[in-house]
């Protein structure tokens, strides 16, 4: 990458002394800076405190970002509240894009998220989705409503908690999953606490490294399958091995960490545009119906290949909805200023990816504020979320692509899928779907302010 000749900043707002442009973003920084964009372009600068931002808001520029400078803007920007307990030196999140980082990148890529290995653990994930439609079927039974954000983060925090370890850990009715959901939404925040295993006490599974050890030798023997924790066991177990009891806690909870809220909350974006746009939400079922016959017993990971308008109604979600907003912040590895289309990007700058910004920009898409799964039918029929369509990068793209891509894919279809094929969904009588609060609370992940509760009509 050259140096720049000039010494251009990107333009943007004045900073204020001290605080730069923070005022500037206010509660919804994703609404905030794509106004600014309008006035400023594509690649605009704000100084946050005393941290230069480089904001990218159109697919051609995150093209030059995550693709063809990959290999300089693929290091982080830590928070500081992760650099208390030093989470950032072990992080796969967190960690600069270089051996440390790259093993456990390929420890993710191998051991869980490889279609041999999601294949092998489908049948796990099978039994939570089991348990989910039967407690869709007591809501239905007795008329009640389903929090629909609540639901699917049991579902997803089981099925994750299974294809790594092969147990439960929260259930749908009771006060626990709510605590677990607290404490993964505040993770962020509580991340500098000294003790990683009393804060995740899930993380206790590994302390008595010995039982565990023994238990899976019969249990593999018994089944054959083997579950992440097997995996990483045999990993930490290794002669000369690279990988530490430290390091596999910091992977575990990173993963735990990026997965549920994430996936979750997609799930209730996607079942709330659903019940606003009801057209959509028959189409989708009609499909399913033509597709999967009346009396398919269990909907299967393999199906959602069958199902084009499940899979662009998913589409669509992630551009209205796209659950990290901005990525995760990028920085520069280089160690000297560089040239960005022509603009000086001095060498400790932060860039972050507006994809909020870039799913509603009329420029790229047509009526950019309305549902219309159909357009990933017709016109943008070839555009895809795994980070070769700059227009929908929910994900990212290139070497700090989100690891879970594939389990979050079949995720977030499956459980729509088997939510949407017997039952039919209602708000709750006083509620038009005009009326329903769209409203966002800003965060690394973009949740729905106010919980969808809906009622489940078996059909
Ligand atoms: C709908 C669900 C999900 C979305 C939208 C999502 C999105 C993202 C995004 C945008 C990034 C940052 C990419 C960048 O900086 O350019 C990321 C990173 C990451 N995600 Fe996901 N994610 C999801 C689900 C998952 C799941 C299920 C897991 C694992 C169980 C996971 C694990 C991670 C990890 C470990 C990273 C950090 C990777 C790195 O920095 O090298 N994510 N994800």
Known sequence: ??????????????????????????????KSLTKLSQTYGPIMTLKLGNITTIVISSPQLAKEVLHKHDQTFCDRQTPDTLTALDHHKVSVIWLPSRNKWRKLRRICADNLFSVKKLDSTQVLRQKKIQELMDFVK???????????????????????????FSIDLAHYNSLESQEFKDTICGIMEEIGRPNVVDFFPIMRMLDPQEERIQRRALEVESNGRKD?????????????????RSQVLHLLMDLFNAGIDTTSSMIEWTMTELVRNPKELRKVREELHQVLGKEQQQIEESHILKLPFLRAVVKETFRLHPPAPFLLPHKSSSQEDIELCGFMVPKNAQVWVNVWGMGRDSSI??????????RFLENNNNIDFRGNDFELIPFGAGRRICPGLPLASRSVHIVLASLLYGYDWKLPNELEA?????????????????PLQIIPIQT
Not at 148 to 159: D, E, I, M, R
Not at 228 to 244: A, G, I, P, Q, R
Not at 365 to 373: L, Q
């Open 138 to 164: 007591e809501k239905s039974e007795k008329g009640e409503s389903l929090d629909t954000g609540n639901a699917a983060f049991v579902t997803v925090l089981n099925s994750i908690s299974n294809t790594f």
């Open 365 to 374: 898409w047509t009526n950019p504020n309305e549902f219309m799964p159909q």
């Open 1 to 30: 990458m050259k140096k720049p000749n000039n010494n251009k900043l990107p333009p943007g707002p004045n900073p204020f002394p001290i605080i730069g442009n923070i005022l500037e973003l206010g509660s919804h920084p994703h």
């Open 228 to 244: 992440l924790l097997d995996s990483l066991l045999d990993l930490m177990l290794e002669d000369n091995s690279e990988l530490s």
């Open 434 to 450: 005009e009326g329903i609060d769209m409203s966002e609370n800003f965060g690394i992940t973009l949740h729905k302010a106010q």
